[in-house]
């Protein structure tokens, strides 16, 4: 079975960083043709989109609320991709989750393929 296991996250103070790792398991699943894209999503809100990495790398996008603070970035190679994020602040709370897609997009129901999440916790 096709799995996206994330990893990487925890507890930091405000204006700290953190990076997620989101690498994909099962012999066969290869995440070099699909986009990658980042969501999370904290208690009692919706799900909303973070960022997301075309299958070359070529293209990134992020939401406002994170641009010019996190950072995304993918490793075929190793099959997994790379959420570096700076300057947390305590809104950034939440589970994150990465997911896999053939097309471009920010619409997390367009994903096919979901990790089980990894939680990041913000303190002021």
């Known amino acids: 079975q096709v799995q996206l296991v994330e990893s990487g996250g925890g507890l930091v103070q405000a204006g700290g960083s953190m990076r997620l790792s989101c690498a994909a398991s099962g012999r066969t699943f290869s995440i070099s043709s699909y986009t990658m894209g980042w969501f999370r999503q904290a208690p009692g809100k919706e799900r909303e989109f973070v960022a997301f990495?075309?299958?070359?790398?070529?293209?990134?996008y992020y939401a406002d609320s994170v641009k010019g603070r996190f950072t995304l970035s993918r490793d075929n190679a190793k099959n997994t991709v790379y959420l570096q994020m700076n300057s947390l602040k305590p809104e950034d709370t939440a589970v994150y989750y990465c997911?896999?897609?053939?097309?471009?997009?920010?619409?997390?129901?367009?994903?096919?393929?979901w990790g089980q999440g990894t939680p990041v916790t913000v303190s002021s």
């Open positions: 997911a896999a897609t053939r097309v471009i997009t920010v619409v997390y129901q367009e994903y096919d393929v």
């Open positions: 990495i075309s299958w070359s790398g070529g293209r990134t």
